[in-house]
């Protein structure tokens, strides 16, 4: 790694530091170098690669994705097979930065379970203002969300454990394919803050269930997301992304190995005709946090 993109990548988490807090005591971090510190002397590295570990504790079961999967994803990504969901979501957090007006330079916006980072930078080129900071839990995302965009400051940390982001200091969060705590985004969303969340509809990658066990999407999952809303937010806006993709056996081999399906699936695709035609399906919902539901007080989600 070039001494410019360490440079870049202290730059990035430097510009975030106010807006993280320390994972042991909840107090604010300041950058120094290559070091994140409270004022009680907790101390947090930035690795070679760019990125700062917060997860404190015992390991929890919770692993996030392997560098394998990552990596997977990364070239699927890069194909360009998911740009409309990611388009979506950069539209819609410019109407949301457009509606609420927040002032230019304020933006923090948070990908949680970034993975790849692949749609926070989309969103941060969207909104050429705002600061990013990629969230997850695997240290090999950490490494990658940490070259993802300039302006992406890359976190590993538990979203269950507690976000380590200080009350009411994010403009949006984002939650793409990924677990959601609603509870611990409310608290650290800015009133007037929009939280985007990307959900598969139940035809979502369907016509690869049968031929080689893909994971299905729960049925149940429009009531659950809408359970673990109630209270906190309301929804403000939703976009129907569907569209087909001709896949190719090496796309689907890395539509496979970049998803759960990869823990429960030993077929492959060699049996399938080839381009094999497969289904996109998402829903893009904007919501918009209750004014009881945030900043209530320091990691009142742990």
């Not at 990629?134 to 976190?155: E, F, N, T, Y």
């Not at 509809?201 to 997301?225: F, N, Q, S, Y």
């Not at 056996?249 to 094999?276: C, K, N, W, Y």
Request: hydrophobic residues 45%; aromatic residues 4%; contains cysteine.
């Amino acid at each position: 790694m070039s001494p410019a993109s360490d440079t870049a990548e202290e730059s990035a988490l430097a510009a975030v530091a106010e807006v993280l807090s320390c994972p042991v005591c909840a107090r604010g971090l300041v950058c120094a170098g290559r070091v994140l510190r409270c004022d009680l002397g907790h101390s947090f590295d930035i690795a070679r690669q760019g990125y700062v570990s917060l997860l404190t504790g015992a390991p929890t079961k919770l692993t996030g994705d392997t560098a394998g999967m990552l990596d997977a994803r990364a070239v699927f990504q890069g194909v360009g097979f998911f740009e409309p969901i990611a388009a979506a979501v950069a539209d819609a957090a410019r109407v949301a930065r457009n509606d609420t007006a927040p002032p230019s330079g304020a933006e923090v916006i948070a990908d949680i379970g970034a993975g790849t980072g692949y749609y926070l930078a989309h969103v941060l080129d969207a909104v050429p203002t705002a600061r990013g900071i990629a969230l997850d839990i695997a240290k090999p995302a950490g490494r990658r969300c940490a070259r993802a965009h300039p302006r992406a400051a890359a976190v590993v940390a538990d979203a269950w454990r507690g976000l380590p982001l200080r009350d009411r200091t994010l403009t949006a969060a984002l939650s793409v394919f990924a677990p959601r705590n609603p509870a611990a985004v409310a608290r650290c969303l800015a009133p007037g803050g929009r939280y985007f969340v990307v959900t598969p509809t139940a035809r979502h990658l369907a016509e690869l269930i049968g031929p080689i066990g893909m994971v299905t999407v729960d049925p149940d999952k429009e009531r659950r997301l809408a359970d673990g809303m109630a209270g906190l937010f309301t929804r403000v806006d939703s976009t129907a992304v569907e569209y087909p993709m001709a896949l190719t056996r090496a796309d689907i081999a890395h539509l496979v190995a970049m998803g759960p399906s990869a823990h429960h699936t030993a077929a492959t695709a060699e049996q399938l005709p080839e381009p094999f035609e497969v289904t996109t399906s998402v829903t893009v919902s904007t919501y918009r946090a209750l004014p009881a539901a945030t900043g209530t007080g320091p990691h009142r989600d742990r």
